[in-house]
């Protein structure tokens, strides 16, 4: 397979590497293209035409159509002065054709391997059409439901979102850029944009350094040592500087201090938008502003091409700012090969949509799925029992729907649904009782309840899939209210006082409130949307030909007051626990103020989320014991292994994530009451044990301290070990510098 086309090389190598070269025989204008991205325009218009010849376009995003873009490149190559190649760009953020789970369910997964093949998938896919380039992975930490992009993003713990995130640069990319079924990465949004205020899209953010560099920026060093070709900056303001026109991001952190050497492209027109934030006059002044910050791509926006002329020549950007931002540009083009290779030839790849890719897409959405409740063991459903299953809800059977955010390119068709997964499975053995009960997530219409009543009596086990369609969560769809949308709560609660045995998968695009749903069924599994191939894992998941292993990535809040609320936060002055909480309903009229003996609660709420971070049920059950150490104490240059057995004692097969939290007990800044430090997918038989073990290196152990300088801090540490961030099991350990304070701590 090759990206195709054997044009020879417009550039003649000589002792002078290709970039070099091209460099020093660029007018300042077509280098001023170079950092340039136009939008696709749906063709190719005269203006775009005339743009390419003068090579004035170094990248064009969002447009399709391999023949279209065949034709692009015929352009720039052949009829522009340089005949340099265009880097076409594109969102494909978890899957092109055939979808993933969205990031977030991917997540979800705690599976890196199983991440990277979905990655995989998509870059061949993309790539047979044309594509170069993708605006992915979104690896913003965020810690808020409301955000509608939430459901792009990997969660809110900083080490999950690291290991996901590198897993998907290495699965667009591979191992050698150049290979024609891969396409380039980018970590987005650089940085900040997850923690908009009240999760409402584009909102401010307020962040302090020693927050960016503690929980914000690791998955981006993660991706970037992953070797992401490319960043993107973010549209927010960031304490009052946005992060487009923002040096200490793009060029203090990431080129100064990280060595990034690929390129950085802004988000559409947030170069532009420099104005509207209120901190550059005019478009002159926003491109010099985002210029200065190695900012070296402008996306959508023009102020690139019609003022850094004048601005160089003025002598206020300089000439070696933009020298090295075309280098970098055309480095990437060069790693990508598309100067040996500019046109695609579909021909040469296998056909997207294949079995293969299907089988990735599945067992991604069934690693995905995260079990939330299974009273009675309800759940694996068994086939030689039930006569009749009723299915019911507005998302059984809506290919559509389950594909999620950000699918421009998936193909609805090649969707196979729960519904169509079920009847598969029934075959003649048992009636499946139909109805869709609301039309949509969101209506309020409520004529359809007495028909999914009816289907329900008749069956003697009811499925209902409900959640949120896919445009309610994604970029600029973000909600206040998280529950259920619609009169879904209400239609559970009628199906409720049936008294049948009752199942809710819940496909959204966001962790939802649920504390008022739960009790309307026996057990819950949270899908997210799971793209493509979500109905048979699911239907595999529900009959017990798969077990569930998802963990949440995410804490779930009971209601929305109390978000934010995530597992490693601050411990405070007065910590909550159960003996110091009071409820809002034993508080006694006219009681007399008091805050003695009064902690960090809610009244209402309490203290701890729904579901917390990591949290996922199995049908296998998992028991941990034997838990040792190598070491009470280890200096810094030493490592301390945590080993403890699982036990699996159920008649189930299953696979457990064993994860490791540590506490950092006291230290030059205040340290979260418990970080993730790592992660373990072990698979077990019935009545197997393994061991699982852990190795912690004092660099694990490091934080970023109050002058934000990364410090590794001699001191005591807690741990835990077990299948989520509640796990009880653990131990502690010192980190000594040197061996003689071993004596001092005994
Ligand atoms: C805006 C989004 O914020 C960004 O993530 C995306 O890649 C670009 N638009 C391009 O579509």
């Known amino acids: 397979m090759t990206r195709s086309a054997t044009k020879s090389s417009p550039v003649e190598l000589e002792t002078k590497s290709r970039v070099d070269d091209l460099i020093s025989r660029m007018t300042l204008r077509e280098k001023i293209g170079q950092m340039t991205q136009f939008a696709g325009q749906g063709g190719i218009p005269n203006n775009l035409r005339e743009s390419i010849k003068k090579g004035l376009v170094g990248s ?45 369910g991917q997540a979800a997964s705690w599976n890196p391997k199983v991440v990277e093949k979905g990655a995989e998938v998509a870059a061949a896919e993309a790539a047979r059409y044309g594509v170069h380039w993708t605006f992915a992975p979104m690896v913003d930490i965020t810690r808020d439901p409301r955000w509608g992009r939430i459901a792009e993003s990997l969660g809110e713990d900083p080490f999950l979102a690291s290991r996901v995130g590198e897993a998907m640069v290495k699965g667009f990319q591979g191992k050698d850029l150049s290979q024609p079924d891969r396409i380039a990465a980018c970590a987005k ?12 899209d584009y909102a401010y953010v307020n962040i302090s350094e020693n927050e960016l560099r503690n929980i914000v920026f690791p998955p981006f060093k993660a991706c970037l040592d ?4 490319t960043f993107m900056t973010a549209f927010s303001d960031l304490n009052g500087v946005p992060a487009t026109g923002n040096e200490f991001l793009t060029k203090r952190v990431l080129r ?68 090295r931002a075309v280098r970098a540009i055309l480095s990437v083009k060069e790693k990508l090969g598309l100067f040996e290779r500019p046109y695609t030839n579909p021909e040469l790849f296998p056909v997207n949509g294949n079995e293969k890719y299907m089988d990735v897409a ?21 086939r030689d029992k039930i006569k009749s299953l009723a299915v019911i809800g507005p998302l059984a059977d809506d290919g559509f729907e389950q594909m999620g955010t950000w699918t421009f390119d998936g193909v609805e068709e090649w969707c196979q649904t729960p519904l169509q997964a079920i009847r598969e499975k029934a075959g003649d053995e048992f009636e499946i009782h139909v109805a869709k009960g609301v039309d949509t997530t969101r209506s309020k219409d409520k004529h359809g309840f007495a028909e999914a009543i009816d289907a329900a009596r008749k069956a003697d086990t009811v499925v209902m899939f409900m959640g949120e369609e896919a445009i309610l969560s994604g970029e600029a769809h973000c909600r206040a209210d998280i529950d259920l949308p619609g009169v879904q709560n209400e239609l559970l609660r009628e199906i409720s006082k049936l008294g049948k045995s009752t199942i809710l998968v819940v496909m959204a695009g966001r962790p939802l409130t649920l504390d008022q749903t739960r009790h309307y069924v026996n057990s819950m599994m949270y899908a997210w949307h799971p793209g493509t191939m979500g109905g048979p894992a699911i239907a595999d998941l529900l009959f017990g030909d798969a077990t569930p292993s998802g963990k949440l990535p995410v804490s779930f809040p009971k209601m929305v007051g109390q978000i934010p609320i995530y597992y490693n936060q601050r411990n405070s002055g007065k910590p909550a626990s159960h003996d110091s909480f009071t409820h809002i309903d034993h508080i006694p009229s006219r009681a007399t103020q008091t805050s003695v003996g009064n902690t960090a609660f809610h009244m209402d709420a309490g203290f701890e989320p729904l579901y917390p971070f990591g949290f996922g049920l199995s049908y296998a059950h998992f ?22 057995d699982v036990h699996n004692p159920s008649r189930y097969q299953g696979a457990e994530v064993v994860q490791l939290y540590v506490r950092d007990v006291a230290g030059n800044i205040t340290r979260p009451v418990k970080e993730l430090k790592g992660f373990k997918r072990v698979n077990l038989d019935p009545g197997e044990t393994k061991n699982v073990s852990f190795k912690i290196k004092p660099r694990d152990l490091s934080f970023y301290d109050r002058n934000n300088k990364l410090i590794i801090e001699p001191g005591l540490f807690y741990f835990w070990v077990g299948g989520n961030s509640n796990a009880e099991l653990g131990g502690k350990f010192h980190l000594i510098e040197n061996l003689d304070q071993n004596q001092n701590n005994a």
């Open 226 to 229: 992953a070797g992401a070709a």
């Open 256 to 323: 100064d201090e990280w060595k990034f050497d690929g390129f950085v492209v802004s988000d559409w027109d947030s170069v532009i938008q420099l104005i509207t934030h209120g901190f550059s006059e005019n478009e002159k002044e926003a491109a010099r502003e985002a210029v200065q910050a190695w900012v070296d791509m402008e996306m959508a926006s023009r102020t690139y091409l019609q003022n850094i002329e004048s601005l160089v020549k003025e002598e206020r950007i300089p000439m070696e700012n933009i020298d």
């Open 623 to 644: 028991e941990y014991y034997n838990l040792r150490q190598s070491k009470d104490s280890f200096t810094k240059k030493e490592t301390i292994e945590i080993q403890v």
């Open 60 to 104: 064009i995003l969002n447009q399709v159509g391999v023949d279209t873009l065949n034709e692009i490149q015929r352009i720039a190559v052949d009829e522009s002065r340089l005949g340099i190649p265009i880097i076409i760009g594109r969102d494909v953020i978890h899957g092109f054709q055939t979808m993933m789970p969205i990031p977030l």
């Open 362 to 382: 599945k067992e991604a959405a069934i690693q995905s799925c995260v079990l939330l409740k299974n009273d009675y063991q309800t759940l694996p459903l068994n």
């Open 189 to 200: 949004h650089f940085a900040g944009y997850g923690y908009s205020e009240a999760g409402r």
